[in-house]
């Protein structure tokens, strides 16, 4: 049973920061690159951020490139996505997933249908 749980989301004013954890259970977690997705209010899925499975290779959405960071921990199986200067268009639930294949293309890396676990989300809402 793999599990996917995020952590870290709230309430912030604009220009705020927020780091958002995602804890991966099982022995899978080196195996898979680890990915952040969001969706606003009526609004699709949309990709943020991935990271490989070596932590060598970033993928971003031009929406939040320079701002957002992804990052991960392999001792202690969690990835982060550091949230800087938010505005209120980042609002949304936050959802990180994990992906056992090997890509870089940006293609891949922004399809949902290609992740193999979902965690339950956290809410992220940016005050003007």
């Known amino acids: 049973q793999v599990e996917l749980v995020e952590s870290g989301g709230g309430l912030v004013q604009a220009g705020k920061s927020l780091r958002l954890s995602c804890a991966i259970s099982g022995r899978i977690f080196r195996s898979y690159a680890m990915a952040w997705f969001r969706q606003a209010p009526g609004q699709e899925r949309e990709f943020v951020a991935r990271l490989s499975r070596n932590g060598g290779q970033t993928t971003y959405a031009n929406s939040v490139k320079g701002r957002f960071t992804i990052s991960r921990d392999n001792g202690k199986n969690t990835v982060y996505l550091q949230m800087n200067n938010l505005v209120p268009s980042d609002t949304g639930v936050y959802y990180c997933?994990?992906?056992?294949?090997?890509?870089?293309?940006?293609?891949?890396?922004?399809?949902?249908?290609?992740?193999?676990?979902w965690g339950q989300g956290t809410q992220v809402t940016v005050s003007s």
């Open positions: 997933a994990a992906d056992r294949e090997m890509s870089s293309s940006y293609t891949h890396a922004s399809n949902s249908g290609v992740y193999d676990y």
